[in-house]
Every structure is written in C-alpha cells, then in structure tokens.
Antibody
C-alpha cells in the first residue's frame, strides 16, 4: 500500500526538542523529494521544510530556519524533522508530504499527521 | 514571496449546484497552482495540479482553470461528500517557498 506514516509528535515544553519521523512504503522512496507541512488549530497549511530526492538539497521556511533540520535515510525509506528551541507558535499537526513528480511540484501523497503541542 | 488570497471565505450551495472557488496570486509570472480538499480530521488531498490537471481518482466534476494571477476551482454539480475546506497552493520556485491560501469552507445548504 502506498502510504506515509508520521510519528514522534508529543507534548513538549517551550525550548524543548522533538524528532519527527515519516516512514514511506509502496513506492520507490529515493525517486522523490519530500516536505514537512504543518497546520495549527483552525488554520491553513504552512509549508515548513523540503528535501530533495538525494538529500543534498534542503530548504526551510523563515519561521523555522536555524531551529529545524530536515533529513532522510534512503536505506530506511524515512524522512526526519529535528525540531529544536520549540515555541508555542510551533504547536500544530505536522504532515509529511511527497512531491508528485519533480522537486518543485504539487504534493500528491500526505501522511495522517502527528500532533506537536508546545506548552508549559 | 507570492501570497495567495482565496475567496469567498465560506461558500454555501445546494446539492447539484455549481460551485466556483477563487484564488488570486499576488504576482506572476510562472505561477503553478494546485488545489487540495481537506475534510475534518483528515490530511489534505490533492485534487488539481498544474492549474488544470485532475489528480488520480478525482471525480470529473472537479476542474481547475486560470492563468496569470487568477485561478479557479469549479465543482460542476455539488455532492454532499464535497463538504470540506479547499486550499490553493503555489509551487513554482526552487528553493521552494511554497505558499497556501487561507482556504474556502464549502458548505452544503
């Protein structure tokens, strides 16, 4: 079955860290770029970070640059998001999303999301 | 950074009616646009990519159009299962600064 499965979301205090994982199955993982997209309660999606198919290119939204790091392990079909120095504004459901064909493309496959709550 | 403005914020229509959702980009050129449907408690689902191409498995009643800075998602004959939020998404750049619109809530009368 073609799917993405996120994990790692939790309740964390401001200033804390979390590592999210996204496990892919059912397709050739290392052919595609991936993204993390978050959605705060009652808000629209917000793109967070992207990584190219080979992992050599990464990009970040201004709101997370310097605090978040995206990576991937093509041998394990998994994408990661290391989140440091978390603030309450980072509270959201975090989705992993696959680029449709090329690096700059629509997102054709999404995971079910993992919830991150930053609160004291 | 391209900003996307969706209108209306909420659209209420009857089953069988035609629904037109708009997305305006703050600048051109070379905007490439997708549309997503999101139902409560679910992840977004790709409906349209490349302005007017339906994604796999998307019913033919969904269509996308537009150019320049004005884009439209049309649902030709509303069904009850179309109740959802709809977001447009611009993705033409690398390094990416992907942008989503703020959404249109579609309600069925």
């Amino acid at each position: 079955e073609v799917q993405l499965l996120e994990s790692g979301g939790d309740l964390v205090q401001p200033g804390g860290s979390l590592r999210l994982s996204c496990a892919a199955s059912g397709f050739t993982f290392d052919n595609y770029a991936f993204n993390w997209v978050r959605q705060a309660p009652g808000k629209g999606p917000e793109w967070v970070s992207a990584i190219t198919a080979g992992g050599g290119g990464t990009e970040y939204a201004d709101s997370v640059r310097g605090r978040f790091t995206i990576s991937r392990d093509n041998s394990k079909n998994t994408v990661f998001l290391q989140m440091n120095s978390l603030t309450v504004e980072d509270t959201a459901v975090y989705y992993c999303a696959k680029c449709f064909r090329t690096t700059k493309d629509a997102f054709d496959l999404w995971g079910q999301g993992t919830r991150v709550t930053v609160s004291s | 950074e391209i900003l996307l403005t969706q209108s209306p914020a909420t659209l209420s229509a009857s089953p069988g009616e035609r629904a037109t959702l708009s997305c305006r980009a703050s600048q051109s050129p070379n905007v490439n646009l997708a549309w997503y449907q999101q139902k409560p408690g679910q992840a977004p689902r790709l409906l349209i990519y490349g302005i007017s191409n339906r994604a796999a498995g998307v019913p033919a009643r969904f269509s996308g159009s537009g150019s320049g800075t004005e884009f439209t998602l049309t649902i030709s004959s509303l069904q009850s299962e179309d109740i959802a939020m709809y977001y447009c998404h611009e993705y033409h750049t690398w390094p990416p600064m992907y942008t989503f619109g703020q959404g249109t809530k579609l309600e069925i009368k």
